[in-house]
């Protein structure tokens, strides 16, 4: 094959996810040309990837997008999203696509009548046994992220000195995430630095972290790009994250991992890929998972989930840096 396109529309953790595939793809076929379409707002997560010979940005008019994808004459097409937008894009470039299994059934039955027969692998490895025609296959090295040059930082910069740890407060959803009361408790009791990354949404988390603990948080929520936070994560002893995105780029710099699970679930298959990590859940609740990606309110109105785990894994690891 001399030129393979990968679809990947959103969104920004899997994407990440996607990265062993594309590594993958282009070890077993060395003389092809790999090519990405995304959302435009994702486009820049490919810089600086040396398994990518071109990036293609979907901005809302797929026939446009098919008119000149069709132009550059695909031997193939991988359908890593598998929705109805990147099925019609295979059709309108006249191909059927290589795709991957979800598990859509089994991760709702796991919802709605809590019976797992979701297979015990990771979601990248269950992407592989699917795609198993296309004679690829895990190398064992994780995912990928690049930080582009140029935008590394220095944890000076921003006040940080010595060794520091990383909180990302964020997630898409609200059930994914530590109550405002919990992250007070993890702040006031862990030891040393603790540096808050996140979006707009979190920053006024961060805020009222920092005003309270001054000693403490140092808060860059809303402050740092993704390569900066990235880079960041990079440069920490170890990393605090829900279920979300900055979990998977964490995971693709190999950094040790403290994930607080909430309304998800690790089965689902999208805990930190190939590199060290510690769970924090709740396992005394039988209304986990409630969602398959989370969502704005807790179903039973208690959200035992997250209010009642013990941060006690993460503050023993604080005592030791």
Known sequence: MNKILCIRFSSLGDIILTTPIIRALKSRYPAAEIHVVTKQQYANLWEGNPYVHQVHTYQGNLWKLASELRKEDFDAVVDLHKNVRSHALSLLLGKIPYQIDKFTRERKLLVKKKINLLPKKHLVDRCFDALHTLDIQSDGKGLDYFIPEGQAVNPKEFGIQGKYMVYAIGAQYITKVLSYPKMIELCERIEGQ????????????????????????INLCNRTSVAASASLMQQAE??????????????????????????????????PYQTEFTSIENKEISCRPCSTQGGNYCPLGHFDCLNKISL?????????L
Do not use: C
């Open 194 to 217: 603790l540096v808050l990354i996140g979006d707009a949404w979190d920053e006024h988390y961060g805020y009222r972290l920092n005003i309270l603990f001054p000693d403490k948080v």
């Open 238 to 271: 170890f990393v605090i994250a829900h279920d979300s995105s900055m979990m998977h780029i964490a995971a693709a710099l190999k950094k040790k991992l403290f994930v607080l699970w909430g309304a998800t679930h690790s089965d689902f298959g999208f805990y």
């Open 312 to 320: 006690d894994p993460i503050i023993s690891a604080s005592q030791t």
